[in-house]
């Protein structure tokens, strides 16, 4: 990294699946102007090309290609992959337990990490993830751990299904949630913990405005040295 990156600030909000950290994080981005990175989204691609390529989700080597040879974009709203619209796709609940199972893998880990470190251009980025504070941007300005509890987040996930016309069950939901926490919290490799400089924010109880306030007030705060 250049020192002139190093001089872009960064906000990281780090925590398990629905928190709502995804939503919260692009609305701060929006707030402030700044670039938006999803991490999420491109452990989520990898899967999704190693199922497209028939690779096994377990073997490292042939994973961590396809994620240094990444041919994802963002643009016109939508995620693509080669020329392919891929934005429901990537949200499949089988493509998201997929990313769980490769995001355990180091070798995929350090593929995307360069790709991930792009993301920080002027004016500043907001990164949404598991390891956004406590590896990829480790000198973050303000850093955030947002979560709410396994309950909250299904009945979150249940709704969206639910609203999109497909069908859900509440307690699968709830299992899925915390069998994906597991794997995510006990890999060997940057397991999703809080940083130990991050402000735990719990959202159970909170809306989404309310989170987003909370998230600037805290960069606000670690700008001025007022933490
Ligand atoms: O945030 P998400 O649900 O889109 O993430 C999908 C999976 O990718 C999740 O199970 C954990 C993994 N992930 C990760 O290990 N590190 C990140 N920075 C982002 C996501």
């Known amino acids: 990294m250049t020192s002139t990156s190093r001089d872009i600030p960064v906000i990281t909000i780090d925590g398990p699946s629905a928190s709502g950290k995804g939503t919260v994080a692009e609305r701060v981005a929006v707030a402030l102007g700044f670039h938006f990175l999803d991490s999420g989204a491109l452990y989520r691609l990898t899967a999704l090309s190693a199922m497209k390529h028939r690779v096994a989700l377990d073997d490292e080597a042939r994973v961590a290609e396809l994620a240094a040879k990444l ?16 934005t429901e796709a990537i949200r499949a609940e089988t493509v998201g337990e997929g990313a769980s199972k490769v995001a355990a893998l180091p070798a995929v880990r350090t593929a995307l990490l360069d790709r991930q ?37 299904a009945e979150r ?58 998230v600037l007030a805290h960069y606000a705060s670690s700008r001025t040295g007022n933490k």
């Open 117 to 153: 470190r792009a993301y920080r251009q002027a004016p500043g980025l907001v990164a949404d993830g598991r390891d956004m504070g406590t590896v990829v941007f480790a000198d973050a300005v303000a850093k955030v751990f947002l979560t709410a509890s396994a309950e909250a987040r």
């Open 157 to 214: 996930r249940y709704k969206q299904l639910i609203g999109k016309g497909n069908s859900a069950n509440l307690p699968a939901l709830v299992a899925d949630m915390q069998a994906r926490d597991a794997r995510d919290t006990a890999r060997a490799v940057a397991p999703l913990k809080p940083a130990p400089d991050a402000l735990f924010l719990d959202t159970t109880q909170m809306d989404i405005e309310s989170a987003v306030q909370a």
């Open 71 to 86: 041919p994802a974009s963002f643009h016109d709203g939508a995620v693509w992959l080669t020329d392919e619209d891929v």
